[in-house]
C-alpha cells in the first residue's frame, strides 16, 4: 500500500484530496448553513450570499426555541425512553439468544427463526393496527407506547447480533460453573453478560440511534407532551413559528446539538459500533 | 449440564419477554391489519366485511404502483449514485493516514445522527425558491433562474438528493469498514507486480468487497422500500402523489382519508412485498452468484 502510494504523482493525490473535500462540503455545509441563519434575525435572510454575516447575534432566537420548544422536557423523555429501550433490548435480546443458542431444546430454531422476523417486517406497516391497539388498552400518551415498539424493533437486531457473538464465546467458562454449582440465570447475568460487552455497546448505540431520531410513532401514539420526544421540538415549531424563520433555524440546530456533540465526542467508539454492527448484520 | 440446559422451565423463562413483545408489538397489529383489510372499516363506528374488495381496489390503484416505483427509483438512486460515490471515498480515506483519515469519517457520517425530522425541515428551507440554499448556490456559479425545486416535475429527485445525502455516511462507513478488513499483504503484492493505483482498486478492492457491497446493496434496495419519514416531511407524497411510498400512502389513507380499512390493506400488501423481496435477495439473488 506505501509503495503504492509512492509511486503515483503528487498531483493525483492532490485530486483525490479535493474528491474527499468536496464531499465533506456536501455533507457539513448544510449544517454550517443551518447554525448560520440560527444566529441571524429573519429580515437578514433574504440575501443572495451564501451564508450571512448577521448586523447583531441573535441569540434570542435560541431563548425562544429552548422556552417554546419545551426543549428541556421533550429532551428528558427522549433520554429516558432511550436508556429504558436499551436496557431491555440488551436484557432480553441476551436471554433470547442464550436460550436459542447455547440451550438444547427442539423448537429454537423456530423460535430464533420467529424473532428474528421482526427485522423484515416494515415498521410503518404496524402503525395503524398499533394505533388501535393502544388505543383500546389506553397506552397511547403513555411511556409504554414508545417504549414497546421501540424496544419491539430493535430487538431483532440486538439478537441477532449478540447470538452471533456468543457463537464465540467458549463453553469451557459455562461448564467449569455449573460444576462449581452455578445456576443458569448467575452464569448468563455474571459469567457470559460479561464477555459480551463488545456486543452490548454495538447493541447499545445501533439501538439508540434507531429510535432517538423516531417521531412517526411518537407523532401516531402520542397527543399530549408528556412523553413527546425531542423531534417534537421542530415538528411542533414550524406550525407555530411558520412566519418566523429564524427561531425555526434555531430549534433545528438546538434539536440536533445534543446528538451530534455526542457523536463527536465518542466519534470512535460509534463508528466502530456502527461499523461491527452493520458488517455482522 | 446437558439436565441443567435443557431444562424447559427455565428455556422457557428466558424467552418469554422476548416471544412476549413479539406477540403484543409485531405479531398481533399484523393479525389486526390482516382483518381489517377485509372490512370497509373507516376509523370510527362500525366495520364491515366486504371481502376482498380493498385488495380488488387496489390491483388497479395508480397512486399505489406510482409509490412502488419511487421506491424503485430511489434504490436505483441509493445503487448508481450514493453507493460508487461511497465505495470510491472509502478506498481513498483507506489510504489516508493520520487526522484527516478521522476528521472525514466523523464529517461524512453527522447527518446521520440528525434526526429525520430536523433533515426534512433543513431541506425545505434548502429548496425554499426564497432564500433557499440551493439556488444561491446555483446563483454564485452564475445561474440566473429560479428553481421550483418541489415542483411536479421536481418533487421527485428533490426527494431523493434528501435521502441519498442523508445516508451517505451509514453506507461509507460499512464499505470503510469492508476495505480495512481486506489483508494489506494484498495491495503489497500487487505493488510489487507494479500495478497502479486504479488497477488495485479494481482487480483487488473491488472483487475482495464483494460480499459488502451484497449486504449493502441489499440494505439499501429495502430502505428505499420502508421509506417514510423524510417523505411524510417534506412533501407529504405530493404534489399530486409525485413523491408517494407506500408506507406514507397507507397513513394517509388511514388517517387523512377516512379510509382505515383499505390503508391496512395496503399494509399487508406492503408487508408481504418487503418480506419477498428481503427473502429473495437474501436467498435467491445473492446466493446464486456466490456459488
Given amino acids: 500500500m506505501e509503495q503504492a502510494g509512492k509511486k503515483k504523482h503528487p498531483i493525483s493525490k492532490v485530486i483525490l484530496f479535493i474528491v474527499l473535500l468536496v464531499i465533506a462540503v456536501i455533507q457539513i455545509f448544510p449544517l454550517i448553513w443551518l447554525l448560520d441563519f440560527s444566529l441571524a434575525s429573519s429580515n437578514e435572510m433574504f440575501t443572495s450570499g451564501l451564508l450571512i454575516i448577521p448586523e447583531k447575534i441573535q441569540w434570542g432566537n435560541y431563548a425562544k426555541a429552548f422556552v417554546d420548544g419545551n426543549f428541556l422536557l421533550y429532551l428528558k423523555n427522549s433520554l429516558l425512553i432511550n436508556f429504558l429501550a436499551v436496557a431491555f433490548v440488551i436484557v432480553i435480546s441476551i436471554m433470547a439468544a442464550f436460550a436459542c443458542k447455547r440451550m438444547q431444546w427442539k423448537l429454537s430454531g423456530l423460535v430464533q427463526t420467529l424473532l428474528l422476523m421482526g427485522m423484515m417486517i416494515p415498521i410503518h406497516a404496524t402503525l395503524l393496527p398499533n394505533y388501535k391497539i393502544y388505543s383500546a388498552l389506553h397506552l397511547t400518551d403513555t411511556i409504554w407506547a414508545l417504549l414497546i415498539p421501540y424496544v419491539a424493533f430493535s430487538l431483532p437486531q440486538g439478537m441477532f447480533l449478540m447470538g452471533s457473538f456468543l457463537e464465540s464465546v467458549p463453553k469451557e467458562l459455562e461448564e467449569a460453573a455449573v460444576i462449581d454449582g452455578c445456576g443458569i440465570y448467575r452464569i448468563i447475568f455474571i459469567i457470559v453478560t460479561p464477555l459480551l460487552k463488545a456486543s452490548i455497546t454495538t447493541v447499545s448505540i445501533m439501538t439508540f440511534l434507531n429510535n432517538w431520531n423516531e417521531f412517526m410513532m411518537a407523532s401516531t401514539y402520542l397527543s399530549t407532551p408528556k412523553w413527546k420526544t425531542l423531534p417534537f421540538s421542530v415538528l411542533e415549531f414550524t406550525g407555530e413559528y411558520s412566519s418566523n424563520y429564524a427561531v425555526q433555524f434555531a430549534v433545528m440546530a438546538l434539536t440536533a446539538a445534543p446528538a451530534v456533540i455526542v457523536y463527536i465526542i465518542l466519534n470512535k467508539h460509534i463508528t466502530k459500533g456502527v461499523a461491527m454492527g452493520a458488517v455482522k448484520g | ?291
Fill in chain 2, 1 to 291: 449440564m446437558r439436565k441443567m440446559y435443557s431444562n424447559k422451565l427455565v428455556i422457557f423463562s428466558l424467552v418469554l419477554p422476548g416471544l412476549l413483545v413479539f406477540l403484543f408489538a409485531i405479531l398481533a397489529p399484523i393479525c389486526l391489519s390482516v382483518y381489517y383489510g377485509f372490512t370497509d372499516y373507516s376509523g370510527m363506528g362500525k366495520a364491515t366485511w366486504i371481502g376482498f374488495e380493498n385488495y380488488k381496489t387496489l390491483a388497479h390503484d395508480t397512486k399505489f404502483f406510482t409509490s412502488l416505483k419511487n421506491s424503485f427509483l430511489l434504490a436505483v438512486g441509493f445503487i448508481c449514485i450514493q453507493h460508487p460515490i461511497a465505495i470510491i471515498v472509502a478506498a481513498i480515506l483507506d489510504k489516508l493516514q493520520g487526522k484527516a483519515e478521522g476528521f472525514f469519517r466523523c464529517v461524512y457520517f453527522i447527518p446521520n445522527v440528525i434526526s429525520v425530522a430536523i433533515i426534512a425541515y433543513l431541506w425545505k428551507f434548502i429548496y425554499n425558491p426564497d432564500f433557499g440554499l440551493l439556488n444561491n448556490v446555483l446563483k454564485a456559479f452564475g445561474y440566473q433562474g429560479q428553481i421550483n425545486w418541489l415542483s411536479a416535475d421536481n418533487a421527485i429527485w428533490a426527494v431523493l438528493i434528501v435521502l441519498i445525502w442523508h445516508g451517505f455516511g451509514w453506507g461509507m462507513l460499512i464499505y470503510y469498514t469492508g476495505i480495512k478488513n481486506i489483508d494489506p499483504v494484498l495491495y503489497e503484492a500487487a505493488a510489487i507486480d507494479g500495478s497502479d493505483s486504479k488497477t488495485t482498486f479494481l482487480r483487488i478492492t473491488l472483487p475482495l468487497m464483494k460480499p459488502v457491497i451484497q449486504v449493502n446493496v441489499t440494505m439499501a434496495i429495502i430502505s428505499a422500500l420502508k421509506q417514510m419519514e423524510t417523505v411524510y416531511l417534506l412533501t407529504n407524497g405530493g404534489p399530486g402523489d409525485r413523491t408517494q411510498f407506500a408506507a406514507n400512502y397507507l397513513y394517509q389513507q388511514a388517517f387523512k382519508a377516512f379510509k382505515y380499512g383499505y390503508g391496512n390493506a395496503i399494509g399487508v400488501v406492503f408487508i408481504i412485498i418487503c418480506l419477498v423481496v428481503t427473502v429473495l435477495l437474501n436467498n435467491v439473488i445473492f446466493r446464486q452468484e456466490e456459488v
